[in-house]
């Protein structure tokens, strides 16, 4: 069974940076897209960032229009980890972040992920 753990949250001011780590067991890992998600009390879980399975051929991503420039996600195949780095953080990105990992392709939508992590609280205030 594929379990995923995040881990690198925390309380950070605004412009600062902030790196998010999910750890893959379970499966064999260069198999899976990965992808990064959040959500903000009172707001549905909203796509931010997807990295294709290390066997395509392109090693594609995907970031959400909000964090585009400023995201950057990035796998460690010999580690089974998933990273998003997070640059010039904003009051608005302030959420919950999940980690999520399915067979195939990256996808943009929640819904494609059968498997999720617990989540890591990134707070972004003064």
């Known amino acids: 069974q594929v379990q995923l753990i995040e881990s690198g949250g925390g309380l950070v001011q605004p412009g600062n940076s902030l790196t998010l780590s999910c750890s893959f067991s379970?499966?064999?890992?260069?198999?899976?897209?990965m992808g990064w998600f959040r959500q903000a009390p009172g707001k549905e879980r909203e796509f931010v960032a997807a990295?294709?399975?290390?066997?395509?051929?392109?090693?594609?991503?995907d970031y959400a229009d909000s964090v585009k420039g400023r995201f950057t996600i990035s796998r460690d195949n010999a580690k089974n980890t998933v990273y998003l780095q997070m640059n010039s953080l904003k009051p608005e990105d302030t959420a919950v972040y999940y980690c999520a990992a399915h067979l195939g392709y990256y996808s943009v939508s929640a819904n494609s992920y059968p498997y999720w992590g617990q989540g890591t609280q990134v707070t972004v205030s003064s």
């Open positions: 379970g499966g064999t890992f260069s198999s899976y897209a």
């Open positions: 990295a294709a399975a290390a066997i395509t051929w392109n090693g594609g991503t």
